[in-house]
């Protein structure tokens, strides 16, 4: 009779609280995966356990990833970690439910991608994509892109089976006779004017086939002041030189002569997800600045021949004026850590001289 009384109290209790605790997903990483399955993914959101704890029935929580349950562990109230069931391509709902009474979904959560699809092209970011875009002093920025093709057939770059894509509007509209980079050449592409509210690069998807033959040259100028500098180098990063939940970036000067920019990417099309900012002085491991960060998206856009790719993107303008408490020192060390671990990172800091606009750089090493 008391363990009776004592299950509908919790029966009770528990649905009292559902409805004022409701709860719901909100993000997913990685969100895409083979149709084979065995993606081990992390779903956040809130609200994932129901508040009731001692003396209630047993939690009868499943996940599925478009209506196919998938193996989950319950990390906390805010975190599930999941392995991915296989699934026809793509893109799916995730539900979360509780026995009959609670749900959650995520909408378009997941994306199942053919196995031969993820394997054919390899993700390379471009981290700076503009053409003449003004700058504080009078500045004028221009980013030279170019590309060296050393293998012994021509390379595509426009096409839905093309062999570099996407390059976006502008080398749509502008670059009709560059269809294809020659044979042992190379080749200067346009990139396409980053328009407002984008990041500050972008994506392309490079044919697995051709990537070790191809060799990239990233550089931004100051077309103001072309006659006094030629410009700063800005690595062009590759699939495989992203960073697992963790990037170190050293030595950056805090001197008010100088502005300094911190610019993250990942190269999936994750938006949402959270990045924790660390700063340090040099010679110390307790931080002088703590903040979070998230990564955003521009558009929800698919990548392909026609729309170019903008990765997920965050950053700071100024680091001094955001955190003024870092120019006590002379020099900093940034460290940024992913709400997800498995989350691909890559970022740089850019340093430019008020009075040269001459830049240099912090990458990770």
């Given at each position: 009779m008391l363990r009776g009384l004592v299950?509908?109290?919790?029966?009770?209790?528990?649905?009292?609280?559902?409805?004022?605790?409701?709860?719901?997903?909100?993000?997913?990483?990685?969100?895409?995966?083979?149709?084979?399955?065995?993606?081990?993914?992390?779903v956040i959101g809130v609200n994932l356990i129901p508040p009731c704890q001692i003396l209630c029935p047993p939690l009868a929580l499943t996940i599925e990833f478009?209506?196919?349950p998938a193996a989950l562990t319950v990390v906390n109230s805010t975190t599930i970690k999941a392995v991915t069931p296989a699934h026809q391509p793509g893109t799916v709902d995730i539900v979360l439910k509780n026995g009959p009474s609670m749900f959650a979904t995520l909408r378009n959560g997941f994306t199942y991608v053919a196995a031969t699809e993820t394997e054919d092209y390899e993700t390379v970011?471009?981290?700076?994509?503009?053409?003449?875009?003004?700058?504080?002093?009078?500045?004028?920025?221009?980013?030279?892109?170019?590309?060296?093709?050393?293998?012994?057939?021509?390379?595509s770059v426009k096409g839905a089976d093309s062999d570099i894509q996407p390059l976006g509007d502008e080398c749509t509209r502008e670059c009709s006779a560059r269809d294809a980079i020659p044979a042992r050449t190379a080749f200067d592409l346009p990139l396409k004017r980053t328009p407002p509210g984008a990041p500050p690069g972008v994506l392309l998807h490079v044919r697995k086939s051709v990537a070790s033959s191809l060799h990239y040259s990233l550089r931004i100028r100051d077309l103001s002041r072309q006659a006094d500098s030629a410009g700063t180098e800005i690595p062009v990063v590759r699939e495989h030189e992203f960073r697992s939940g963790t990037v170190q970036l050293l030595n950056i000067p805090t001197d008010d002569k100088f502005r300094q920019t911190l610019r993250i990417y990942t190269p999936g099309s994750e938006t949402g997800s959270d990045v924790r900012l660390l700063i340090y002085p040099m010679d110390s491991s307790v931080p002088i600045a703590d903040a979070t960060l998230r990564l955003t998206r521009s558009n929800s856009e698919p990548c392909d021949s026609l729309?170019?790719?903008?990765?997920?993107?965050?950053?700071?303008?100024?680091?001094?004026?955001?955190?003024?408490?870092?120019?006590?020192?002379?020099?900093?060390?940034?460290?940024?850590?992913?709400?997800?671990?498995?989350l691909k990172l890559w970022a740089f800091a850019s340093i430019t001289?008020?009075?040269?606009?001459q830049v240099t750089t912090s990458t990770p090493q």
């Open positions: 299950i509908s109290f919790c029966v009770l209790f528990l649905g009292s609280a559902a409805h004022a605790q409701i709860p719901a997903l909100t993000g997913v990483a990685p969100n895409s995966g083979p149709t084979t399955g065995g993606t081990e993914v992390t478009g209506n196919t970011l471009v981290p700076q994509a503009f053409s003449l875009t003004p700058g504080r002093f009078g500045s004028l920025w221009k980013s030279e892109f170019f590309v060296l093709n050393q293998s012994d057939r021509p390379v729309f170019v790719c903008y990765p997920a993107y965050g950053g700071v303008a100024f680091l001094t004026e955001s955190y003024p408490a870092i120019k006590a020192v002379s020099a900093v060390r940034i460290e940024l850590r992913a709400a997800f671990p498995n001289n008020n009075e040269t606009q």
